[in-house]
């Protein structure tokens, strides 16, 4: 059974720095592209950045580049987030995602996993 699990989320002040990790298990994702979503309270999901299969390519939403990194360890089947200069405005549940492809998706109906999400609270 595919799993993956994040963790690190929580509680931070803004312009704090936090390190969202996923673990994948049941399946290795070293030839497959992964990505992070959020999703605020009353809105819908959005992108956030994704990496291709070795990591040489990233993406990133336009409101997320320079404060978000996405990195993986294919090692560990893992993929990570850093966010830092927290702001309120990134108060969301994030979500990782995988796709059995090796390239890269911004959208999210272009992943075929899914965490369950691990939740990110920035206090003003």
């Known amino acids: 059974q595919v799993q993956l699990v994040e963790s690190g989320g929580g509680l931070v002040q803004a312009g704090g720095s936090l390190r969202l990790s996923c673990a994948a298990s049941g399946r290795t994702f070293s030839n497959s592209a992964m990505g992070w979503f959020r999703q605020a309270p009353g809105k819908e999901r959005e992108f956030v950045a994704a990496i291709n299969w070795n990591g040489a390519n990233t993406y990133y939403a336009d409101s997320m580049k320079g404060r978000f990194t996405i990195s993986r360890n294919n090692a560990k089947n893992t993929q990570y987030l850093q966010i830092d200069s927290l702001k309120f405005e990134d108060t969301a549940v994030y979500y990782c995602?995988?796709?059995?492809?090796?390239?890269?998706?911004?959208?999210?109906?272009?992943?075929?996993?899914w965490g369950q999400g691990t939740q990110v609270t920035v206090s003003s």
């Open positions: 995602a995988a796709r059995i492809r090796p390239t890269a998706h911004t959208s999210w109906q272009g992943y075929d996993y």
